[in-house]
């Protein structure tokens, strides 16, 4: 594919949202050693991607401008690098691209440690969600709440916040597969839809009871996957079981200060920020689960690379339910 060229999606400066965003031809990468490079069936957005255009992650990213957004991604392997072994083209393949972007194109290279084999019988949006909010999902129920997803453990009560949400839907499922009971919090209108996803109890976060995040049956909560934004720790605090703890997935300096602050007086009760570490072992986890039918991705919508402004502009408005997807 060397001097093809492809269509891509970018931006050249911090900021400007949806209208930031250019449609531009530019060269199809090439692999390096270690790396696949993909033809593109599906791209999912993530507000990683945004918030990164928006400048909350500078200086560290982007790395360079012009810069292609978006990391979830799952495709057709076209080439492989020389050090490639577990890939050939003609696979189908989901994947993390690197914090670092590349996904708004027809085609894009991905590490092989970061890619795992799509089965023939799941989709390619099926599996698009997995890399950051799945694997999200998955680092806070297991490794951060302590759940196995066998169900071996002993049954802990679980609230996931924003349960409508790209990560928060999937926290649900995979706290629910560890025999958690679990207590989720979404907007009226997604309550159904997280009861079927197997919540045992919704709060809708607008009413008195879903702010105070009361649980309906009076349980106290042994972790709390907080995906949400803006609950203060006084808010969590009553409703946590003795040893309870906040896995907070978007923390910001008041919940780093609480943090130190709850490790300096050896409190019991905890919150822990979490940082995705992206693993692909995890990954196939999650992929497998798919296939089992165990797992499933809701889809909020789908739009084609020439209207990626539209889908730019729907994660940025915060009310997805499931993931947005593109289709190059
Ligand atoms: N730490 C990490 O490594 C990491 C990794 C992944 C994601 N994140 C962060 O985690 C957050 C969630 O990500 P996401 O992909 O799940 O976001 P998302 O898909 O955009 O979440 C949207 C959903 O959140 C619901 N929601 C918003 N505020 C709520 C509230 N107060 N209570 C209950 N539900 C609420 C919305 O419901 P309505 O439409 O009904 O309002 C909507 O369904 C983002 O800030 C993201 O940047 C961090």
Redesign the pocket.
Same mark, same amino acid.
């Given at each position: 594919m060397a001097g093809k060229l492809m269509n891509a999606v970018q931006y050249t400066a911090y900021g400007g949202g949806p209208d930031g965003l250019q449609h531009v031809e530019v060269p199809v990468p090439t692999p390096s050693k270690d790396e696949v490079l993909l033809r593109l069936e599906a791209v999912s957005l *993530? $507000?990683?991607d945004w918030?990164v255009q928006k400048g909350m992650l500078r200086p560290f990213l982007p790395r360079k401008f012009p810069h292609i957004p978006a990391s979830d991604v799952a495709g057709e392997v076209i080439e492989v690098g020389p050090g490639v072994k577990n890939f050939k083209p003609g696979d189908k393949v989901v994947a993390f691209t690197s914090r670092n972007g590349g996904g708004l194109a027809d085609f894009a290279v991905t590490k092989e440690s970061l890619t795992v084999a799509r089965p023939p019988e799941v989709s390619a949006a099926d599996v698009v969600g997995l890399p /950051?909010?799945g694997l999200?999902a998955h680092q806070a129920v297991t490794q951060s709440a302590g759940i196995n997803l066998d169900g071996s453990g002993k049954e802990a009560n679980i609230l996931v916040?924003? !349960?409508?949400?790209?990560?928060?839907h999937y926290a649900v499922q995979l706290a629910k597969r560890g025999n958690a009971h679990v207590t989720a919090?979404?907007?009226a209108? *997604?309550i159904e839809l997280v009861k079927s996803l197997g919540a045992d109890e919704v709060l809708d976060?607008k009413t008195t009871d879903g702010a105070a995040l009361n649980s309906p049956s009076g349980r106290k909560y042994d972790a709390v996957i907080h995906? !949400? *934004?803006? /609950?203060p720790w006084s808010t969590f605090e009553p409703n946590l079981s003795p040893n309870g703890k906040v896995i907070d /997935? #978007? $923390?910001g300096p008041t919940s780093l200060v609480t943090f130190a602050l709850k490790k300096l007086t050896f409190s019991k009760k905890q919150l822990v920020p979490?940082?995705?570490i992206p693993k692909g072992e995890n990954l196939q986890c999650l992929v497998n689960l798919v296939k089992e039918g165990k797992l499933k991705t809701v889809i909020d919508s789908k739009y084609p690379l020439d209207k990626a402004a539209e889908a730019w502009a729907k994660?940025i408005d915060?009310?997805? #339910?499931g993931k947005i997807i593109v289709e190059p």
């Open positions: *993530n $507000p990683f918030k /950051i909010a999200t916040t924003a !349960a409508s949400g790209g990560v928060g919090t979404c907007g209108r *997604n976060y995906c !949400a *934004n803006g /609950i /997935i #978007t $923390p979490l940082v995705l994660s915060g009310h997805a #339910t």
